[in-house]
């Protein structure tokens, strides 16, 4: 078969378009395929998982009743546990601590600013003379101190330093206090690889049985209209509580040991608890940040108790 110029020359064309568009498509495909792999610029970083979101009430008294489900909202956290060693972190106690009625006498001091406060809390929760709510002598369990306050009896301070993600319960009555610890991975939720935690028998049995080595919560000593009960557990942002069901259970169990303490004496007080693996969480731990401390004092003229989260006075009396 014969083609004529013009034909031959339309033919032509043809095919130097066809792969000029197929030189076109790779090159295009190889320009998107580069721009997939490059990597996003620092400091991206990818979110540790989706989470729920628990809001507490906005009065500081109220009881939490929201729920529903539990999760930590901070997964790339470790969970607090005897095995990481946070509650040693920053704590200066070297040696067990001493009966209360060994403190010298002092009246409370006056504190009346932030820094003051701050220095204060390091200072006693790291003394000697202090009991302490946890020690390494503890061991990987939950641990309370029930103290009458009396006046043959002195005065006492009891601490707790290094909480990273722990819970501290405090009661305090006008004749004692009740001042309890419990490790996050042990009773709220546990570090990948480790056993679940159990709440039902790390909390709500110690309340009403204690543990065999440390007191459950006595209603004899703390049933009055006048006592108050405080909760110091871990938060995320300004207002979310991270175990707001487990807290408001723990809550509930307090309750029913003392039904004739008003439900407006219980407070609830979140801390953002540090990441000790970062430098910024373990410097945390040399300030009052985590920590907790109540003090008693008969010697003046008349008895006086006060209750430090952090370097916030959460109870002062008279």
Known sequence: M?????????????????????????????????????????????????????????????ILARGGG?????????????????????????????????LSPRVLDALTTGTERNDYVVRWTNDVGTVQVFTAATGPRNSAVFLPLTVAGGALKVGLSGLCGCTALVVISGGAVYFAHYFEDLSFQANPGDPPANFDANVVNFLNHGNGAY?????????????????????RGTRTIVYNALITRLVATVATILPLVPRDNYEIYG???????????NAAMDTSLGRALFEYDPTGATPQARLFFQSNVMFAAP
Not at 10 to 16: E, R
Not at 82 to 89: L, V
Not at 215 to 235: E, H, I, S, W, Y
Not at 271 to 281: E, I, K, L, S
Request: net charge positive; aromatic share 8%; proline share 10%.
């Open 70 to 102: 539990e999760d930590d909202g901070d997964s790339c956290r470790p969970k607090c546990s005897f095995k990481n060693a946070c509650c040693f972190s920053g704590n200066g106690v070297t040696s067990r601590a001493l009966k209360p009625n060994a």
């Open 271 to 281: 801390y953002q608890p540090p990441h000790m693996n970062t430098a910024a969480g």
């Open 215 to 235: 007191p459950g919560l006595q209603a004899a000593d703390f049933n009055f209209p006048d006592t108050r009960v405080f909760v110091m557990t871990p938060k």
């Open 2 to 62: 014969r083609l004529d110029g013009r034909t031959l020359l339309l033919l032509l064309s043809v095919l130097l378009a066809t792969s000029y568009a197929r030189y076109v498509g790779v090159s295009d495909r190889s320009r998107n395929h580069n721009r997939q792999v490059v990597a996003p610029s620092l400091p991206f970083q990818p979110p540790c998982h989706s989470r729920k979101t628990l809001t507490a009430s906005r009065s500081p008294h109220a």
